[in-house]
């Protein structure tokens, strides 16, 4: 029973970055846009690593 819910878990814990993946980049290039007066560029492979 254990066992079945750390799987569980751990499954959970893989899958929601890459399901939300847009989601997150959309709210990093919000909060960015509203703190910071410039133009920011950031590599795709940067932020895909930060996810996982």
């Known amino acids: ?10 499954g959970i814990l893989i899958a929601v ?8 980049k959309k709210a990093v290039d919000d909060a960015i846009a509203e703190q910071v007066n410039a133009h920011v560029f950031y590599d795709q492979e940067g932020l895909q690593s930060f996810f996982i």
Not at 1 to 10: A, D, Q
Not at 17 to 24: Q, W, Y
């Open 1 to 10: 029973m254990l066992g079945i819910l750390l799987v569980s878990l751990l």
């Open 17 to 24: 970055p890459i399901l939300f993946k847009e989601d997150a």
